[in-house]
């Protein structure tokens, strides 16, 4: 008799699970998310150390605790001569991941002298993985993916940017 009941309360719990189930899927909605475009916010130089030349680009700057939090995330896309400027008050090791991050992208860490310390290259769209810069860093220069090696970057090179 107990097994009975125990299968017949298993069968109810079962099914009542399957018809919440299907129930749910009937009433699906789907939620659009309203495309973040870039607006910039300022200009940024890169002198390269080793030959002279110079890379220019847009940047978006994340200045604030709602823009550095935020970042590049929720973006579909990014021009090859734009990027996303991070300022921090203060200098210490950096550990950025790609949480909500739809576009793969090059970070380069920066020194208080604007000076690269390091590089986390081709990182992972909507990867969790920590991408730490390994020196301390006051700032954080986000661009696509790839572009570090297009441009041949190197650790001593240098940026300067002014904010409109």
């Not at 125990?6 to 909605?29: A, D, P, Q, R, V």
Request: charged share 25%.
């Amino acid at each position: 008799m107990f097994s009975k009941r125990f299968l017949l309360l298993t069968f109810i719990i079962s099914n009542g699970f399957i018809l919440s189930l299907s129930s749910c899927k009937e009433n699906k909605k789907v939620i659009k998310q309203t495309e973040v475009t870039f607006k910039k916010e300022g200009e940024l130089t890169i002198f390269k150390s080793i030959d002279s030349t110079q890379v220019n680009l847009d940047i978006e700057i994340a200045d604030t605790d709602f823009d550095i939090q935020t970042g590049l995330m929720y973006r579909n896309s990014m021009d090859k001569k734009q990027g996303m400027l991070f300022v921090f008050d203060d200098v210490r090791e950096r550990f950025f991941y790609m949480k909500n991050t739809k576009i793969p992208l090059d970070l380069i860490y920066i020194n208080e002298n604007k000076s690269i310390v390091s590089f986390q290259k081709n990182a992972k769209p909507f990867d969790e993985s920590s991408l730490p810069s390994n020196f301390p860093a006051k700032y954080v220069l986000e661009i696509n993916a790839g572009l570090v090696d297009i441009w041949s970057l190197s650790v001593g090179d240098s940026i300067s940017y002014t904010k409109h």
